[in-house]
Nanobody, 124 residues
């Protein structure tokens, strides 16, 4: 049984940092494309970042480039999202997702497994 468990969310002031974790069980994060999505209140879920399972290639949505970094620690079977320079517009529930197909995937419907989400709130 696959489980993705996010943690690390919280309340932070604008300009601050948070590091989200996605601990996986039932799958190996170095054998799956792993991504982060977010959903703000009243808005649609949006793609944030992805790391390919075949390499360390990463891709980010434009609004977080230069501020967020996705990484993978195979030994811990965990994926991280380091978020720096947070702004109020980053406030959302952040979700970890996994898919075992190759290729860049930014649509939520492409992902087979999802975590329960962790809330990130950035105050101005």
């Amino acid at each position: 049984q696959v489980q993705l468990v996010e943690s690390g969310g919280g309340l932070v002031q604008a300009g601050g940092s948070l590091k989200l974790s996605c601990a996986a069980s039932g799958l190996a994060v170095n054998k799956y494309t792993m991504s982060w999505f977010r959903q703000a209140l009243g808005k649609e879920r949006e793609f944030v970042a992805t790391i390919a399972w075949t390499s360390t290639n990463t891709f980010y949505t434009e609004s977080v480039k230069g501020r967020f970094t996705i990484s993978r620690e195979s030994g811990e079977n965990t994926v991280y999202l380091q978020m720096n320079g947070l702004i109020p517009e980053d406030t959302a529930v952040y979700y970890c997702a996994a898919d075992n197909r190759l290729g860049l995937r930014t649509r939520g419907s492409d992902y087979e497994y999802w975590g329960q989400g962790t809330q990130v709130t950035v105050s101005s």
